[in-house]
């Protein structure tokens, strides 16, 4: 089945520039989005259509794409940015279904 | 504003069902799907399937088919997903998840149910 893979793990100092893969054959053709969890608590989308930001969303969050990743920049990364960092995407094949990424873990130096 | 929210804890036995609800508000209920993920312990999301509240169509993770059912009542703008046959894998945190029609985006969530299945 169709998978999206994120490394599990990223270690940033605060101020520096963090990313976030996530790669997937469907990206191409889909979108994708991310979503923010801190521990105890519900996710929250911070990226959506692949570079769009929900209102309320700092911008030092941003997404891009190229070929079959997607990337989610974190810029000037703060403290209260460590959190998991989740991609999903979407397939109609052979019927619709909603597919995570693993999760990467961010860690704040 | 949106909000979503979820019935508490559950504790059930292996075998048993589970029934979790999610009540909406701050939005027409029938304009926008409602999603179902999990999350068990210490583990990533898991998508379940996808409830439109307008007409009462679902689709479901084929992982959960013929264990899971997603039902609607329009009268209070609450959506049910409820899970059978429970086994010490379920246990989880149940989330649901607003969505827009046409796009893949699950803009608002709720605060989760803990479901325990534990004999």
């Known amino acids: 089945s169709y998978e999206l893979t994120q490394p599990p793990s990223v270690s940033v100092s605060p101020g520096q520039t963090a990313r976030i893969t996530c790669s997937g054959d469907l990206l191409p053709k889909e979108y994708a989005y991310w979503y923010q969890q801190k521990p105890g608590q519900a996710p929250v989308m911070v990226i959506y259509?692949?570079?769009e930001t929900p209102s309320g969303i700092p911008e030092r969050f941003s997404g891009s794409s190229s070929g079959t990743t997607f990337t989610l920049t974190i810029s000037g990364v703060q403290a209260e940015d460590e959190a998991d960092y989740y991609c999903q995407s979407a397939d109609s094949s052979p019927s619709y279904h909603v597919i995570f990424g693993g999760g990467t873990r961010l860690s704040v130096l | 504003q949106v909000q979503l929210a979820q019935s508490g804890p559950e504790v059930e036995k292996p075998g048993a069902s589970v029934k979790v609800s999610c009540k909406a508000s701050?939005?027409?209920?029938?304009?926008?799907?409602i999603h179902w993920a999990r999350q068990a312990p210490g583990q990533g999301l898991e998508w379940m399937g996808i409830i439109n509240p307008s007409d009462d169509n679902t689709v479901y993770a084929q992982k959960f088919q013929g264990r899971v059912n997603m039902t609607r009542d329009t009268s209070t703008s609450t959506v049910y997903m409820q899970l059978s046959s429970l086994r010490s894998q379920d246990t989880a945190v149940y989330y649901c998840a607003r969505g827009d029609f046409g796009d893949a985006n699950l803009d608002y969530w709720g605060p989760g149910t803990l479901v325990t299945v534990s004999s």
């Open positions: 259509k692949d570079s």
């Open positions: 701050g939005y027409t209920f029938t304009n926008y799907y």
